[in-house]
């Protein structure tokens, strides 16, 4: 039984666009079947539409003011969730009705942050290991009933339910919900978000080197002269081993971390986002024979691996059920030649995959992760991680289920994605193979219109 979050603080604002921000801090506890572990602190900001009508009554009923609520679960795992008009979508959102809330989820932004320095605090490299098992889906989801519950408390009952939607990570843990506290939904949207029902993460590992290398093909097939671009790039970073560049973050700009730009090939336009890249350290090498600080500068944002730990240290076992991920992704590695620094073909890029090298003190390629690299290798350990989907209970979901799926979608699966939805009772596919991963950002007119398509249409 999840009890009400303490809310802590309120504030209102009003900010250009007609728009009226709250913010909101809470109190839940840290380990909700260990409460006397201490609590942490949540962060959410809500929106909803800031209206002066003709005839204004400061004594209107409250309950006429009480909008349904969208919760929206940003993408990740490990971001921070940006405020309510640096979305595309919000305006949209709002004019359907809704009031948004915006979470930071635990560990990220205001809510608790995590980094190495306040995981330091908590205590030595097992304590900060078992702290950090509390911040996966099946704690986010319990986080998120605690504050509905908060928030709706003085609503009528019939209004205590409350709409969701996830967008990539944030639809993990849509479906988490759904598998253990479905009673408190109301509706739920998902966007590149239906996870795969597995219980390790090596299946989706394999699937995406292959996904990637496709992105790769891609990529030199629409820019060719990137080829031998790419290979000098990684000749002059293996020159004198990796620690031949370093970047204004203190870091080393090894092979393997420039290699990692191909995280970049899931979005739309990312493909040309490292060509511009390539470009600009290749223009480097002719003209001065180095890389330029703004050229390292502009590598280093493309990879913010030291700012967003969770999404470092926990990105396999979101996969997790009863098993250990095993560093995943690395392992999988060994059986796919076609991504190594060696070959005499083009270089490909990796993609949305977590090493133990990012972890390493000795080159430091991380500097914020190489103080965690213990706990890190604990996590990858680690296999007792519960269950994140009731496959029972989704089997027989009264919850209505609308979602957008990218057949072309680098980070998520789709033949995953559609096993995932005939498993949802009731959930409703839009899906597409004209978009990306990002579309609720890049092309959000078309895929909202699309899902929310699903809500208020028919087919016959």
């Known amino acids: 039984m999840i009890t009400a979050a303490k809310i802590l603080e309120q504030r209102t604002h009003l900010i250009p666009g007609k728009l009226k921000t709250t913010e909101h801090f809470f109190e839940v506890p840290?380990?909700?079947?260990?409460?006397?572990?201490?609590?942490i602190k949540l962060f959410a900001r809500s929106a909803r539409k800031a209206e002066k009508p003709a005839d204004y009554s400061p004594t209107e009923d409250l309950k006429k003011t009480q909008l349904p609520w969208l919760l929206y679960l940003q993408g990740g795992p490990g971001f921070e969730c940006r405020a309510p008009q640096n979305h595309a979508w919000t305006q949209t959102i709002l004019d359907k009705g809704y009031q948004i809330l915006y979470l930071d989820q635990r560990g990220t932004g205001l809510s608790t942050p995590l980094c190495a320095s306040t995981l330091g605090l908590r205590g030595d490299e097992t304590v900060q290991a078992n702290y950090l098992k509390s911040f996966r889906a099946?704690?986010?989801?319990?986080?998120c009933e605690a504050i509905r519950k908060a928030l709706t408390a003085d609503y009528p009952a019939e209004k205590q339910k409350w709409s969701i939607m996830g967008q990539?990570?944030?639809g993990f843990c849509a479906t988490t919900y759904l598998s253990f506290y479905h009673e408190g939904l109301k509706e739920v949207f998902l966007f590149g978000g239906l996870p795969p029902m597995v219980d390790g993460p090596d299946e989706v590992y394999e699937r995406l080197y292959r996904r990637v290398a496709e992105r790769n093909m891609a990529y030199y097939h629409k820019y060719p002269e990137d080829v031998e671009r790419v290979k000098q790039i990684v000749g002059l970073l293996q020159k004198f081993g990796d620690s031949t560049v370093r970047l204004p973050g203190e870091g080393l700009l090894s092979a393997r971390r420039f290699q990692q730009l191909g995280l970049l090939f899931g979005a739309h336009g990312g493909i040309d986002s490292v060509h511009e890249l390539v470009l600009r350290a290749s223009s480097d090498l002719e003209q001065s024979g180095h890389l330029t600080r703004g050229t390292l500068a502009a590598i280093q944002q493309s990879l913010s691996f030291d700012e967003n730990i969770i999404y470092s240290i926990l990105h396999e076992p979101i996969y997790c059920q009863g098993t250990a991920s095993n560093w995943s992704a690395d392992r999988i590695?060994?059986?796919?030649?076609?991504?190594?620094?060696?070959?005499?073909?083009?270089?490909?890029?990796?993609?949305?995959?977590?090493?133990?090298?990012?972890?390493?003190?000795?080159?430091?390629?991380?500097?914020?992760?190489?103080?965690?690299?213990?706990p890190a290798h604990a996590l990858a350990e680690f296999a007792s991680?519960?269950?994140?989907?009731?496959?029972?209970?989704?089997?027989?979901?009264?919850?209505?289920?609308?979602?957008?799926?990218?057949?072309?979608?680098m980070y998520v699966d789709y033949e995953f994605s559609m096993d995932t939805a005939s498993r949802i009772k009731g959930c409703k596919v839009w899906a597409t193979n004209a978009m990306y991963h990002d579309a609720v950002r890049s092309r959000m007119d078309e895929v909202v219109r699309g899902v929310w398509g699903l809500r208020d249409d028919c087919l016959d």
């Open 30 to 39: 840290r380990d909700y079947s260990k409460p006397s572990s201490g609590t």
């Open 138 to 143: 099946d704690s986010i989801v319990k986080d």
């Open 168 to 170: 990539s990570f944030g």
């Open 333 to 374: 590695l060994q059986s796919h030649p076609e991504f190594s620094l060696a070959t005499d073909g083009p270089i490909f890029f990796t993609g949305e995959m977590i090493y133990p090298f990012m972890f390493s003190a000795s080159p430091s390629t991380y500097p914020g992760l190489a103080p965690l690299n213990a």
């Open 385 to 409: 991680w519960p269950r994140l989907y009731d496959l029972k209970r989704l089997a027989k979901n009264t919850v209505p289920v609308y979602a957008a799926v990218y057949v072309n979608d």
